[in-house]
T-cell receptor
């Protein structure tokens, strides 16, 4: 199993541009999550999904959108990039939520200039 | 906000045990204690979790006090590859199940 994969690894965006961060897991996990990590800080939850077709907001959802059309994929969309969205983005998955450990991808480093 | 308190940094000699403390005085009866670590620039990695009893796996041991207000993660024989930020997290799980990460403890294992 490849686990959780994320693309791209690194991206530079101009203010106002849009992009989609891709996340795929091959573990047949129901739950998927998007976190962001600012320098020197812990992770903050952006959005999560409990299954295909179901998504919900986390702690910091403003400026982002998600979709979950399949069990495997959970893309994160930035519509109008802002410098405040400069961060490292991590996708994670778990089979369920209760007592289940989360498996993280390698991250996408985003720089908005 | 994170419900845990950890020292910002710790040093440990290679080959010695690393004992990482965590305070979680407001933990509720059905919340678990999780430990994750993050090696530089990588995604967080699960280490261990527990509710009341002490737990051990191939990576580490978790000691939870009887009142559950604090815990200690023990890496029995630290190696240079254990240098990382270690996060102690209390989580109920449930429908959201997100992990609230604080700033963690930066563990530096030195030769």
């Amino acid at each position: 199993n490849a686990g959780v994969t994320q693309t791209p690894k690194f991206r530079i965006l101009k203010i106002g541009q849009s992009m989609t961060l891709q996340c795929t897991q091959d573990m047949n996990h129901n739950y998927m999550y998007w976190y962001r990590q600012d320098p020197g800080m812990g992770l903050k939850l952006i959005y999560y999904s409990v299954g295909a077709g179901i998504t919900d907001k986390g702690e910091v959802p403003n400026g982002y959108n998600v979709s979950r059309s399949t069990t495997e994929d959970f893309p994160l969309r930035l519509e109008l990039a802002a410098p405040s969205q400069t961060s490292v983005y991590f996708c994670a998955s778990s089979y369920s939520s209760y007592q289940e450990t989360q498996y993280f991808g390698p991250g996408t480093r985003l720089l908005v200039l | 906000d994170a419900k845990t308190t950890q020292p910002p940094s710790m040093d440990c000699a290679e080959g010695r045990a690393a004992n990482l403390p965590c305070n979680h005085s407001t933990i509720s009866g059905n919340e678990y204690v999780y430990w994750y670590r993050q090696i530089h620039s990588q995604g967080p990695q699960y280490i261990i979790h527990g509710l009341k009893n002490n737990e051990t796996n191939e990576m580490a041991s978790l000691i939870i006090t009887e009142d559950r207000k604090s815990s200690t993660l023990i890496l029995p024989h630290a190696t240079l590859r254990d240098t990382a930020v270690y996060y102690c997290i209390v989580s109920l799980g449930g429908s959201q199940g997100n992990l609230i990460f604080g700033k963690g403890t930066k563990l530096s294992v030195k030769p």
